[in-house]
């Protein structure tokens, strides 16, 4: 399934989303004194990927829309996959990505006491029982969609026996996995999440924040909605997934008797070529596929950020697809477009060679070097202009030049002339070729002093327009190129006998060296430029004054939805 958005149209109807029409009624009809409150809500187990990404914008955006408030509240309920770099981390993408959490940053676990409190209340109720039967006894007495649960032959122990075992539960009286708490519902429920669900395990496992306080930690399903219930939450936005969770976290509200947000399902955001599931992205840092989590390659917010991508680029990626309420697949080529739309407008143009082949100006001086203008971005004059050094020898780009080239060709050949940007129009004479390999290593070529650019008497017109860098004043650069991380649109969903690894593509990483204009060596970590007709590149943070590093955010064109395979 896939659905592409048309991101002109998108920006003209900006007709209400179904999670605002809720919203709009909700505040008509005065529910909660017409207040907006939302929450991003991450588990502290990975770093953010685009599909958080959607979530942030998601849930900011509405708050920012309607006057509202947004919490960042860490799920940090399971110590063993959590960890504070995962925190920090979070923090820092979601600041980056232009959102603002205020005074209201949350964590799941400052509400441990009250969400203990809660589980006592439930007991109390004769709705929570401690069960002393193993998770493979939970499980296979849990039953099917299709065929009903056994209940535990714990389930009727009395409230003061409950009562107690929870207490020497949290007072670190039984080893981890003899005993769990569950709530009391109905073994036979056609919906699975109420057939007595865990509430309270026990695990003698050290939290990034409480430390060794707790030995008994709450299911993230009886954590989740109460913790939007205590920072009173309004519209509680999550993925389609928890739809068939919302009768239990209803069931824990109305029993425990307090503040109901309302949860709202929308489709999680699925991209094609790449994975999305956290598991895997760990999966692809642990066993080396990807230098890390922020290598270019990965769909991580941290990646998408070193790779080049703005904030901006993303923000509008996330508007423009929308909330839908089916899983649907986003050809990443929409968020490329994103990507050169916002560059375009942003990103200065630079001569860079990536290929580079010799051309000498026979007729040029020898020691002469011109100073050539040109505008820095045409999209933006305040952007001003920069001087270029031009000089005899030069670099084009190898496949500017063809020595036998179609009729369609109209860059350089033998006789033929094109001009080179912001400087001369120049004719191809002859060329030298090494005597073994046959590979051109000089074109010989004549300037036409006439035809400088600027100039009243350059109006001469040719068919070809080329990039160059002057041979002793460019300087190298190492340049990233980076592919798609899969060859197949949906990794996740492999062929019988493979998985997603197997569809890693082998030349999702290409490095050369290409030569730049010397500007470039000024430039500071994730600058980004226009490389003139190739494509925009942005400076990595192993880039130094010494050895500069670029990464290749996107080429200038979709040459992939062409067919074609990127230079
Ligand atoms: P994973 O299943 O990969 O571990 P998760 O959904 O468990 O991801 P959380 O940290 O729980 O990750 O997610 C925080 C918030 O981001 C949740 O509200 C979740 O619904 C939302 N979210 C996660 N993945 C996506 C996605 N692909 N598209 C939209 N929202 C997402
Ligand atoms: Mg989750």
């Given at each position: 399934?896939?659905?592409?958005?048309?991101?002109?149209?998108?920006?003209?109807?900006?007709?209400?989303?179904?999670?605002?029409?809720?919203?709009?009624?909700?505040?008509?009809?005065?529910?909660?004194?017409?207040?907006?409150?939302?929450?991003?809500?991450?588990?502290?187990?990975?770093?953010?990927?685009?599909?958080?990404?959607?979530?942030?914008?998601?849930?900011?955006?509405?708050?920012?829309?309607?006057?509202?408030?947004?919490?960042?509240?860490?799920?940090?309920?399971?110590?063993?996959?959590?960890?504070?770099?995962?925190?920090?981390?979070?923090?820092?993408?979601?600041?980056?990505?232009?959102?603002?959490?205020?005074?209201?940053?949350?964590?799941?676990?400052?509400?441990?006491?009250?969400?203990?409190?809660?589980?006592?209340?439930?007991?109390?109720?004769?709705?929570?029982?401690?069960?002393?039967?193993?998770?493979?006894?939970?499980?296979?007495?849990?039953?099917?969609?299709?065929?009903?649960?056994?209940?535990?032959?714990?389930?009727?122990?009395?409230?003061?026996?409950?009562?107690?075992?929870?207490?020497?539960?949290?007072?670190?009286?039984?080893?981890?996995?003899?005993?769990?708490?569950?709530?009391?519902?109905?073994?036979?429920?056609?919906?699975?999440?109420?057939?007595?669900?865990?509430?309270?395990?026990?695990?003698?496992?050290?939290?990034?924040?409480?430390?060794?306080?707790?030995?008994?930690?709450?299911?993230?399903?009886?954590?989740?909605?109460?913790?939007?219930?205590?920072?009173?939450?309004?519209?509680?936005?999550?993925?389609?997934?928890?739809?068939?969770?919302?009768?239990?976290?209803?069931?824990?509200?109305?029993?425990?008797?307090?503040?109901?947000?309302?949860?709202?399902?929308?489709?999680?955001?699925?991209?094609?070529?790449?994975?999305?599931?956290?598991?895997?992205?760990?999966?692809?840092?642990?066993?080396?596929?990807?230098?890390?989590?922020?290598?270019?390659?990965?769909?991580?917010?941290?990646?998408?950020?070193?790779?080049?991508?703005?904030?901006?680029?993303?923000?509008?990626?996330?508007?423009?697809?929308?909330?839908?309420?089916?899983?649907?697949?986003?050809?990443?080529?929409?968020?490329?477009?994103?990507?050169?739309?916002?560059?375009?407008?942003?990103?200065?143009?630079?001569?860079?060679?990536?290929?580079?082949?010799?051309?000498?100006?026979?007729?040029?001086?020898?020691?002469?070097v011109e100073e050539m203008?040109?505008?820095?971005?045409?999209?933006?004059?305040?952007?001003?202009?920069?001087k270029m050094p031009f000089s005899?020898?030069?670099?084009?780009?190898?496949?500017?030049?063809?020595?036998?080239?179609?009729?369609?060709?109209?860059?350089?050949?033998?006789?033929?002339?094109?001009?080179?940007?912001?400087?001369?129009?120049?004719?191809?004479?002859?060329?030298?070729?090494?005597?073994?390999?046959?590979?051109?290593?000089?074109?010989?070529?004549?300037?036409?002093?006439?035809?400088?650019?600027?100039?009243?008497?350059?109006?001469?017109?040719?068919?070809?327009?080329?990039?160059?860098v002057s041979?002793k004043h460019a300087?190298?650069?190492?340049?990233?190129?980076?592919?798609?991380?899969?060859?197949?649109?949906?990794?996740?969903?492999?062929?019988?006998?493979?998985?997603?690894?197997?569809?890693?593509?082998?030349?999702?990483?290409?490095?050369?060296?290409?030569?730049?204009e010397p500007?470039?060596?000024?430039?500071?970590?994730?600058?980004?430029?226009?490389?003139?007709?190739?494509?925009?590149?942005?400076?990595?943070?192993?880039?130094?004054?010494?050895?500069?590093?670029?990464?290749?955010?996107?080429?200038?064109?979709?040459?992939?939805?062409?067919?074609?395979?990127?230079?």
């Amino acid at each position: 399934m896939e659905e592409k958005a048309n991101p002109e149209e998108e920006k003209n109807i900006r007709s209400l989303n179904f999670i605002e029409e809720i919203i709009e009624e909700d505040i008509r009809k005065g529910t909660n004194e017409g207040r907006v409150h939302t929450r991003f809500p991450p588990e502290p187990n990975g770093y953010l990927h685009i599909g958080h990404a959607k979530s942030i914008c998601l849930n900011f955006g509405l708050a920012k829309k309607y006057n509202g408030k947004t919490n960042l509240r860490f799920d940090d309920t399971n110590p063993v996959k959590e960890d504070v770099e995962y925190v920090d981390s979070i923090m820092e993408d979601v600041k980056w990505l232009g959102f603002d959490w205020e005074d209201r940053l949350f964590f799941a676990s400052d509400y441990f006491e009250e969400l203990y409190a809660y589980a006592v209340i439930l007991i109390r109720k004769g709705k929570a029982y401690v069960c002393d039967m193993t998770a493979e006894e939970i499980s296979e007495t849990r039953g099917t969609p299709t065929r009903p649960g056994k209940e535990s032959p714990f389930r009727s122990r009395s409230v003061e026996e409950n009562l107690d075992l929870f207490s020497r539960m949290r007072n670190s009286e039984f080893p981890d996995g003899t005993r769990v708490l569950r709530a009391k519902i109905d073994m036979g429920s056609p919906n699975m999440h109420m057939r007595d669900p865990v509430l309270y395990r026990i695990l003698h496992a050290h939290h990034h924040r409480t430390g060794d306080q707790w030995c008994i930690y709450p299911m993230y399903d009886f954590a989740h909605g109460q913790s939007d219930s205590i920072e009173r939450i309004t519209h509680s936005i999550c993925t389609l997934e928890f739809e068939v969770h919302r009768p239990l976290y209803e069931w824990f509200i109305r029993e425990i008797g307090i503040y109901a947000p309302r949860q709202i399902e929308f489709a999680r955001l699925n991209v094609t070529y790449t994975v999305m599931s956290k598991r895997k992205l760990l999966e692809l840092v642990r066993d080396g596929n990807v230098t890390g989590w922020d290598d270019p390659r990965m769909p991580t917010i941290c990646g998408l950020r070193r790779r080049g991508f703005t904030p901006e680029s993303i923000r509008n990626f996330a508007n423009t697809i929308g909330v839908a309420k089916r899983d649907n697949v986003i050809d990443v080529s929409l968020l490329e477009f994103c990507i050169r739309e916002d560059l375009n407008k942003r990103a200065n143009r630079i001569m860079a060679v990536l290929n580079p082949v010799k051309v000498i100006l026979d007729n040029y001086p020898d020691d002469l070097v011109e100073e050539m203008e040109s505008v820095n971005n045409p999209e933006d004059e305040s952007k001003g202009k920069r001087k270029m050094p031009f000089s005899k020898t030069l670099f084009i780009e190898r496949d500017d030049f063809m020595e036998d080239p179609p009729n369609k060709f109209f860059r350089l050949a033998p006789g033929r002339e094109v001009r080179l940007k912001a400087a001369y129009i120049i004719r191809c004479e002859s060329v030298v070729k090494d005597a073994e390999t046959g590979e051109i290593e000089e074109i010989h070529c004549t300037y036409d002093p006439q035809t400088k650019s600027g100039m009243p008497e350059s109006n001469r017109k040719v068919k070809g327009t080329l990039h160059w860098v002057s041979e002793k004043h460019a300087v190298k650069a190492e340049v990233r190129l980076y592919d798609r991380l899969f060859t197949n649109e949906n990794p996740d969903d492999a062929e019988e006998g493979k998985t997603y690894k197997d569809y890693l593509n082998p030349d999702s990483l290409r490095i050369i060296t290409a030569m730049v204009e010397p500007a470039v060596s000024l430039a500071a970590v994730l600058d980004k430029f226009q490389f003139e007709r190739t494509g925009y590149f942005s400076v990595d943070k192993d880039s130094t004054p010494q050895h500069l590093v670029l990464n290749r955010v996107v080429p200038l064109r979709d040459s992939w939805s062409k067919g074609e395979k990127v230079k």
